[in-house]
């Protein structure tokens, strides 16, 4: 979900000047001389959140499917999430993590079994 909110965020400012919008680097490039690139919402920073979502994703592949193909999705998402997202998350976010996954996990164990 992340990723996606990332993509629209780069891709709405790239359609709003496609000339000089053209590509990351002058999307930055552009921010950056503007002074906008620390703002909360930007395409500096939705690049920074896109790229922790997929290092998030990529962890909890390597977890599932390579580490140790037997692990328990709650255990594997819970180290995944932990090693990747949480040292970027304020405790909202993190507590608000947690909800998700408690959620998630009686979910997936309900309907998978």
């Not at 919008?21 to 939705?46: A, C, M």
């Not at 998030?56 to 037997?70: C, G, M, N, R, W």
Request: hydrophobic residues 40%; aromatic residues 10%.
């Amino acid at each position: 979900m992340l990723c996606v909110i990332a993509l629209q965020r780069l891709e709405a400012i790239h359609e709003s000047n496609p000339l000089t919008n053209s590509n990351l680097v002058e999307i930055f490039k552009s921010e950056t001389s503007k002074g906008n690139g620390k703002k909360r919402v930007s395409g500096s920073k939705s690049f920074v959140w896109l790229t922790r979502s997929l290092d998030f994703t990529s962890a909890l592949l390597q977890a599932l499917l390579v580490k140790d193909p037997k692990k328990n999705m709650e255990q594997a998402v819970q180290e995944s999430y932990d090693a990747t997202l949480k040292p970027w998350h304020g405790w909202i976010a993190s507590a608000a993590y947690r909800v998700i996954i408690t959620i998630s996990s009686f979910f997936f164990s309900s309907t998978f079994q």
